[in-house]
């Protein structure tokens, strides 16, 4: 082709407004294509022709660098005015508004803190014009990522008036990344922190990583592995995490460690890790003082202790807070928190693993230094498919609390799976726990609502990896998107979420964006259908998680195992966690225990999860127990056939790379799940004895090729 001939191309590629050339994701929802709607553009273009954007800080010219980025790619080049009132966007800290300053009401600053930011068109018609502005920079960035995505949704500027600040205060990405860049439970890749190259060489995807959480509002990331390595905090790696952080910085992200327990030992050589022994507390001092005079704004560490074989505070015969305070007490004087993980249980199997956490958290309420915040995951065993919402949730009064979800789909699927999480997000923080009254929901504890003294914070597990789309899956992306916007204000809904990402990631058609976000929002049911009906868990296979393993029977602990979880036999399926049973349902609220309790009431959903039942018993819908999880199964795998007709419908609205990539996985996604359903099926069917009733088609195997199946090599199973 003759230059002329590309340039022209290119022009028609930038000013279609859909691109015609190929996707491959890794721009993530920060695609800044030309605005479609004509009408629109011009309004855009007439309200932001020249803005105002006084220079300033490094997260001033991120911010800034952002925005000619985005509104370019937009509604093509804007000129930077060097006056406010020449301008139709002045984007500025209240402090530098000058005149403008007029402008913002009284009650907003205070309203906005220190990281949100106020939207407000102002003036008469004609002179009108957009304010964007908040008391500091890291405000001005958020707000800068939230007016490109009112662009990019295609929403009208007419007359803003939008105050935002976040509702929690840690919002936090945890990496279970390897020193080795393994990654535990990762399924996109390795990890893309490349320790080998660092500090040296900054690459250009961590800015990449650092921009997409800016825009989501995530201001923290903890680099490495819960199960962590000692070797993250000698010195070469420090300068490592030092370099990372300062590239980060500029985006409002701070970054955390994962420490072992036991460091002074492996690592200061010292004979015990006791945390009550001064020698202790002056090595982890000493080491805190060090990590500072690397990272100034380090943010603290994350510990898991005293579970799944870590060492911990119990290995000195210490509680939890007598660990957690002593790494907060050498933390404090520089700001930083500890966030300890009650994702614990003990080497002693109890009588209901769901039960640990609480009982050995529970006698510690008030325990803790105020800069510890115990780390809860959504539900009391282990980011399952479905899980009642944790009895920690609302029992910890005098306790900061923060909750911890998994991105990466361990057990929904790895990445070949569409499964949007955010329902599953929402259902937790949706849940009355009526630990504080009516209405004390997750989501109100998580905020601090009935604490306002406590930190507050959420934690997800990333997804992320060195897969060109990040995560594996274009569509998992949406997950890391869902928790960054749920951290910023918990009480958003999926489906809102779930459009707005839809139309950044692909189109703001609505024939495509429609369709697809009902999909997105029945895709966790339709996965919880073919992998665990009616409160089922834990029956995935042994180890790897990868696939269906409902017979696991042969672990180090019984609480690994899958049989000790759905309690099948000839009688019946379900674990019994009422009062005849284990009696889980002692640690919730009064109101929520008779709910579940009850089988009037207790939802289809949590069935099993609290009732062992028969067999035979009657299920609302007038079917026996065998034929409403087999209907759940069916209906499972179905689901996915109906998702990859839909997909073929909406060819025309995405790139072809894009297109073909969700295609084939969703091919893979129904041969899994159709296994899932057929080896959970024929298993089940050995206790109930009943055959699967007429009208589904037969497994197209028997139980013993499941049962044999193997797959080595299955990713996610990271070592240090
Ligand atoms: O879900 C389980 C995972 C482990 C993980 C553990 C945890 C990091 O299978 O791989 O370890 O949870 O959350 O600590």
Not at 122 to 141: C, E, F, M, S, Y
Not at 195 to 207: E, M, S, V
């Amino acid at each position: 082709m003759k230059r002329p001939f590309i340039a022209l191309f290119a022009i028609a590629v930038c000013w279609l407004g859909q691109p015609v050339f190929a996707e491959n994701g890794y721009d993530l929802w920060l695609r800044y294509y030309p605005v479609k709607d004509r009408v629109l553009r011009a309004q855009y273009r007439s309200y932001l022709r020249e803005i105002y954007f006084p220079v300033g800080s490094d997260r001033l010219k991120a911010a800034q660098t952002e925005l000619t980025r985005g509104l370019s790619g937009l509604i093509g080049p804007v000129s930077q005015s060097g006056s406010a009132a020449q301008s139709g966007l002045v984007v500025a800290t209240i402090d530098k508004l000058g005149a403008l300053q007029r402008s913002v009401p009284q009650d907003a600053a205070k309203e906005i803190g220190t990281e949100g930011f106020m939207l407000k068109t102002i003036g008469q018609a004609g002179h009108r014009k957009i304010l964007l502005t908040a008391n500091t920079d890291k405000g001005i960035l958020y707000g800068t990522f939230y007016f490109l995505r009112l662009l990019q949704t295609n929403r009208k500027l007419g007359a803003l008036d939008i105050r935002e600040h976040p509702k929690t205060m840690f919002r936090i990405l945890d990496h279970w990344d390897n020193p080795n860049r393994t990654v535990e439970r990762g399924y996109a890749g390795f990890s893309i922190w490349n320790w080998h190259k660092l500090p040296g060489y900054i690459d250009p995807r961590y800015l990449d990583y650092a921009r997409a959480n800016a825009s989501v509002g995530i201001n923290g990331s903890v680099l490495n592995n819960v199960n962590a390595s000692v070797q993250m905090l000698t010195p070469a790696y420090l300068i490592k995490a030092k370099a990372l952080a300062d590239a980060f910085r500029p985006y409002g992200i701070r970054i955390y460690l994962s420490v072992k327990f036991s460091s002074p030992v492996e690592l200061g050589g010292l004979n015990t890790a006791d945390p009550l022994d001064p020698v202790v507390m002056k090595w982890w001092k000493n080491k805190v003082n060090e990590i500072y005079g690397y990272i100034p704004d380090f943010g603290g560490f994350l510990v898991k202790a005293n579970s799944e074989g870590q060492p911990g505070p119990q290995t000195y015969g210490r509680s939890h807070a007598d660990g957690a305070n002593m790494l907060a007490d050498a933390l404090a004087p520089h700001k930083g928190i500890v966030m300890w993980r009650a994702f614990v249980y003990d080497d002693k199997v109890p009588d209901d693993r769901a039960k640990q956490a609480y009982n050995e958290f529970k006698p510690l309420d008030g325990l803790f230094k105020d800069n510890v915040i115990i780390q809860v995951k959504n539900g009391p065993i282990d980011f399952q498919p479905r899980e009642p919402f944790h009895p920690l949730f609302g029992a910890l009064p005098h306790t900061p609390v923060m909750m911890e979800v998994q991105l990466t789909q361990e057990y929904l699927g790895f990445s070949t799976h569409l499964v949007y999480e955010a329902p599953l997000f929402n259902e937790c923080l949706n849940s009355d726990t009526y630990m504080m009254g009516k209405n004390s929901t997750v989501s109100a504890i998580l905020e601090g609502k009935y604490n306002p003294r406590l930190i507050t914070g959420m934690a997800g597990v990333a997804n992320i990896g060195t897969d060109i789309n990040w995560c594996g899956h274009p569509f998992a992306q949406a997950n890391w998107y869902s928790f960054g916007r749920l951290s910023w204000d918990p009480q958003q809904s999926a489906s809102d979420i779930a459009d707005d990402w839809l139309r950044m990631t692909f189109t703001n058609d609505l024939r495509f964006v429609e369709p697809m976000k009902q999909e997105m929002l029945r895709s966790r049911e339709n996965t919880v259908n073919y992998m665990t009906p009616l409160g089922l868990h834990h029956i995935m296979s042994a180890n790897g998680h990868y696939g269906p393993g409902p017979w696991t029977d042969n672990m180090a602990r019984a609480d690994w195992t899958a049989v000790y979880y759905h309690k099948a036999d000839t009688g019946g399926i379900g674990f019994d966690r009422t009062r005849s049973g284990s009696n889980t349902l002692a640690q919730y609220s009064p109101q929520v225990r008779a709910r579940f309790e009850n089988l009037e009431t207790c939802p289809d959903e949590y069935l099993l999860w609290f009732h062992h039942l028969s067999w035979r018993y009657k299920m609302r819908s007038g079917k026996t127990l065998w034929q409403e999880m087999v209907g759940h199964y069916y209906a499972g795998a179905d689901s996915v056939k109906q998702l990859q007709r839909r997909w073929d419908t909406l060819q025309s609205y995405v790139d072809s790379e894009r297109f073909l990539a969700v295609k084939q996985l969703l091919a893979i996604q129904y041969e899994e799940a159709v296994r899932w359903r057929d080896a959970c099926v024929l298993y089940f069917q050995t206790f109930s004895q009943m055959p699967i009733p007429p009208g589904y088609e037969k497994p197209e195997h028997d139980l013993n090729y499941y049962k044999s199946l193997k797959f080595p090599g299955v990713p996610g199973q990271g070592i240090n």
